[in-house]
């Protein structure tokens, strides 16, 4: 069984949102809310000051504090690792949003439900591919087996330095960063759920 992770090049991110996008349309995402999204982290002063952009998801952790934190056990982790939201268990009591250290749960208003992403479970369940990592343009996210020497995703983290995003949660996120500009820690204390409709409208 595989053990499924996903790692972020911060090199080649270019903000498009190809991701979003593709997102929003495969879960059919209400407006105002993401399951995947791009963070803008401003860095230095003008003349010298740099925008980063820093793609932020659930990051389907190994202890996961939302998993704990669930009375009705609405969210399990899969064999594979993914942990996902039973819609037909959830009462909506916030507890998994509350504890979650990355902001990556939102409320659906249409299922009155938790959600979040679960790595695309449909598609890879499949064999196939999390529509964000299909979408980008530029390769920047590379998803695949973790415990697989050979798959690409462990080649490229034995290739590079890669970070998490808040280590000091002791979360053991399976999410990774290849992050030589150290903007990871640029990122302010909010996490997923920002509001990007000025970038995002009518998507």
Known sequence: ?????????????????????????EFDVPLGVFRDTVKYVEDGEYPKATRH??????NQCEDAPCLN????????RLPNGEVVIEE?????????MAACPYDAIYEDLQTQTASKCTFCEHRTSQGGQP????????????????DDPD????ARMRENDVDVWKPEAHTQPKVFYVDPK???PLIAVD???VDQSADLKGQ
């Open 1 to 25: 069984m595989p053990r499924f992770g996903m790692l972020i090049d911060l090199n080649t991110c270019i903000g498009c949102h190809a991701c979003s996008v593709a997102c929003k349309n």
């Open 131 to 146: 529509a964000c990592v299909e979408a980008c343009p530029t390769g920047c996210r590379i998803f695949g087996d973790l």
């Open 151 to 154: 798959s690409q995703i462990s």
């Open 88 to 96: 037909g268990d959830c009462n909506l009591n916030r507890f998994c």
């Open 182 to 184: 150290r903007a990871l």
């Open 53 to 58: 952009f820093i793609p932020v998801l659930c």
């Open 69 to 76: 934190a669930c009375p009705t056990d609405a969210i399990t």
């Open 191 to 193: 996490g997923v759920q």
